[in-house]
């Protein structure tokens, strides 16, 4: 049950918390926060709302203000009138999935599907495709960020939690000035009718914004559309400008999380001399698998996780020119390695109910030569996993260097 426990808390750290923190503190794969003199982007979350969204609107119309909307799918094809009325009061309309939904607790074709979704029904309305994507409650989760090959995910640098009713207008109102600066993009509610909100938060939010409109004005603040912004036609460098930077801070970030793992499942390397390959002793949990030498790892037994050490991977990585240079560079480090599986199965005295090795990884080409047998992976999270993601289980009781080396299939 706790090892149970545990690999939960893994997979979701790396499906969604290491995903989320890197987008928000790092605004990787989204928008960043640096504040500009674009102006203040407005933008609107949850609607549209029947009740709400009109009045919203009827103020936006009076201030003279263009705003963005992120739009639930499933209430743009309810109330295709509001989105129509958007488009042509010149407002934006971006995705906000088809229901409000974490990512986190989504499967990535499920997210896609519910983008895709509501964009059909976005563009059937107003014959536009959206281009903007925020995910509910700025969750995401690792394949998101594959998501920028079609729309540009947009977070927020200011949020006042109007979605309750306790934080009152007077509140909101003193929350917005205190963070506001030009560049910033907002984040408010049209609709209570989600997870947490109050269903009448809206009508404190409006009166709220009614005043803080008016105060702009009179400090001479502009207002823009997200894609005014953040101009689609702009060249990737505002997306890429720190990018250098931020990969060495997600470097860092990350091989700190690998250290924390190590610890947390006691891996530890099979030569003290060669942090390359590494393992942990656990019980084998998944269906049976044949070898080739016919014998089978049964759930149950007692096996040795393979993983393999990502700092010294990076290490590899920055030493070699080519990918094919890489190639033989671990080749010729995991032979080197696999004698010393051998002989740490035959000395160790607390391996010796070991039943076998295996490991999780995309780097699988050439496996079969060093005497494993590769096979798909049965489909699951880890079936559509990127190649930084390593697991794994051990020998067979001949303490021979063989045993089962599991691949992510080609695509």
């Not at 563009?123 to 394949?143: A, D, H, L, M």
């Not at 998101?144 to 200011?158: A, K, P």
């Not at 390397?269 to 049964?298: M, S, T, V």
């Not at 094919?324 to 390695?337: D, F, G, P, T, Y």
Request: aromatic share 10%; net charge positive.
């Amino acid at each position: 049950m706790a090892e149970s426990i545990t690999i939960l808390v893994i997979v979701l750290t790396l499906y969604t918390l290491i995903p989320t923190f890197l987008m928000r503190v790092f605004s990787l794969g989204a928008y960043p926060k640096e504040n500009t003199e674009h102006g203040i982007a407005l933008t609107f979350d949850d609607g549209p709302d029947p009740k709400y969204t009109p009045i919203l609107l009827d103020l936006l119309a009076r201030h003279g203000v263009k705003a963005t909307f992120f739009v639930l799918g499933s209430k743009a094809k309810r109330y295709p009138e509001l989105i129509l009325r958007m488009h042509n009061e010149g407002h934006l309309i971006g995705v906000h999935n088809y229901v409000h939904r974490t990512n986190a607790l989504m499967m990535p074709w499920k997210v896609r599907k519910q983008i895709n979704r509501t964009a059909e029904v976005i563009e059937k309305i107003t014959g536009k495709s959206p281009q903007f994507y925020r995910p509910p409650w700025g969750v995401v989760n690792i394949f998101d960020f594959f998501l920028s090959r079609r729309f540009r995910i947009v977070l927020w640098s200011l949020i006042v939690g109007d979605w309750l009713n306790r934080t009152g207008k007077d509140k909101i109102k003193q929350r917005l000035f205190a963070q506001l600066q030009s560049g910033s993009v907002i984040v408010l509610h049209d609709s209570g009718d989600t997870l947490g909100a109050d269903p009448d938060a809206p009508k404190l939010m409006i009166a709220a914004l009614d005043e803080f409109l008016k105060e702009t004005a009179r400090r001479g603040f502009t207002f823009v559309r997200i894609d005014e912004r953040f101009p689609l036609n702009e060249p990737e460098d505002r997306l890429s400008a720190d990018r250098p930077k931020r990969k060495r801070w997600i470097a860092a970030v990350w091989l700190q999380w690998e250290r924390f793992f190590q610890w947390l499942l006691h891996v530890r390397p099979i030569d003290p001399c060669n942090a390359l390959l590494q393992f942990r002793l656990c019980r084998y949990h998944g269906k049976r698998i044949p070898l080739n030498d016919g014998q089978f790892i049964e759930p149950g037994d007692r096996v040795m996780e393979l993983h393999l050490d990502n700092a010294t991977l990076l290490d590899f990585g920055t030493k070699t020119r080519s990918t094919m240079q890489l190639a033989v560079q671990l080749i010729r480090a995991m032979e080197r390695c696999l004698p010393h599986v051998s002989e740490r199965l035959a000395s160790d005295p607390t391996l010796h109910d070991v039943k076998g090795l295996y490991g999780v990884s995309i780097i699988h080409r050439g496996a079969s030569q060093l005497g494993f047998t590769v096979s798909d992976l049965p489909k699951g999270i880890f079936y559509f996993a990127p190649s930084f993601i390593y697991g794994g289980c051990c020998t067979s009781s001949t303490r021979r260097a063989s045993g089962d080396w599991t691949r992510r299939p080609r695509c």
